[in-house]
């Protein structure tokens, strides 16, 4: 493969890992405001916004290991 296709397959990839990593924490909070029966959505809310800090962190350390 050329270098540039590498790249952009790459990073492609990343952004499905992100969806994938954001989803999972929105879903288990999901769960977890159903089986603890919360009136607000405490847990999703939380791990959701969890979710988009890890997959950031994955995402600028997989960054700067390529440099």
């Known amino acids: 493969m050329k270098p540039k ?8 990839s990343q952004g499905i890992q992100m969806a994938a990593i954001i ?3 929105a879903f288990l909070g999901d769960y977890l405001d159903s089986y603890f029966r919360s009136k607000n959505a405490y847990w999703t809310a939380g791990l959701l916004v969890l979710g988009v ?7 600028i350390k997989s960054a700067l290991k390529n440099e």
Do not use: G, R
């Open 53 to 59: 800090f890890v997959s950031l962190y994955l995402v």
């Open 23 to 25: 989803a999972s924490f």
């Open 5 to 12: 296709i590498k790249l952009v397959a790459k990073y492609s």
